[in-house]
């Protein structure tokens, strides 16, 4: 055992929870299938609200053959998409590509093992093997260092990574609201632009662009320091803005070979 910060200890994951590997009925059998238990696979991971469906389910036969994990079990994808987590919202089974974890709850709370692990997916992913498909052995992973605070400050980290990520969902709903509203007003406006109700005239991009310009297909080799020299990814462009909260740089020599072709000016579209 090691101690972190103040009273805070380091633990191999294997001293804190019970691990359990997932694995999958025969799909030759049918009656296996079709039931009320979800059969969770990688595809059901990634989001912080608790899984209580899934697009497979398992009927009590099934779920007889199947390692069947209760409610708040911390689940981690170990063979391919490594280190996507997801927690459980109901008692469920997984497939073998996933290892749950019980949580022992004196000791560490689910939630605050969901959200540990869920920052610890570059650390999950290093320590995979690079086969065909990308594999972290159970042994490796139940070795793994785990941070543990006291139930107290679990509760409250809890509590403030929760209220974030309702803030966050909140702000993504006002997101989607907005775009759909940019839809329907300009639907209002100019009509449908496939059935063209209006019978306005159409021209082809071409007729109305003083150019069309394609990138250069392939990445510009960017910079660890900031420049004068953006480069924009098809990660900044989003819900009709080009955002650059997260954007790359490059050399002024890079961005006079990238933009040879047309220099972008403000106005244009970008597509």
Known sequence: ????????ETRRLAELAAIVTGTTPKTSCPEYYGGEIPFVGPSELGDTRPIERAAKTLSSVGAARARLVPADSVLVCCIGSIGKTGIAGCRLATNQQISALIFDPERVLPRYGFYSLRSLE??????????????????????????????????????????????????????????????????????????????????????????????????????????????????????????????????????????????????????
């Open 122 to 271: 570059g650390l999950l992913r290093a320590q995979g093997k690079s086969t065909t498909v990308s594999l972290l052995p159970k042994s490796r992973f139940q070795e793994l260092p785990f941070l543990i605070p006291p139930l107290s400050e679990q509760h409250r980290i809890t509590e403030l990574i929760d209220r974030a990520d309702a803030i966050r969902r909140k702000r993504a709903q006002a997101v989607a609201l907005a775009d759909e509203l940019l839809r329907s007003t300009a639907l209002e406006l100019f009509g449908d632009p496939v059935t063209n109700p209006r019978g306005w005239p159409t021209r082809t991009l071409e007729e109305l662009c003083e150019r069309i310009v394609d990138c250069v297909n392939k990445t510009a080799p960017t910079v660890d320091c900031v420049t004068p020299y953006k480069m924009i990814r098809t990660t900044n462009v989003r819900s009709g803005q080009v955002r650059l909260d997260d954007v790359k740089y490059v050399t002024q020599q890079t961005f006079a070979l990238w933009s040879r072709r047309c220099a972008p000016q403000p106005g244009d579209v970008v597509l």
């Open 1 to 8: 055992m090691s101690r972190g910060r103040g009273t805070w």
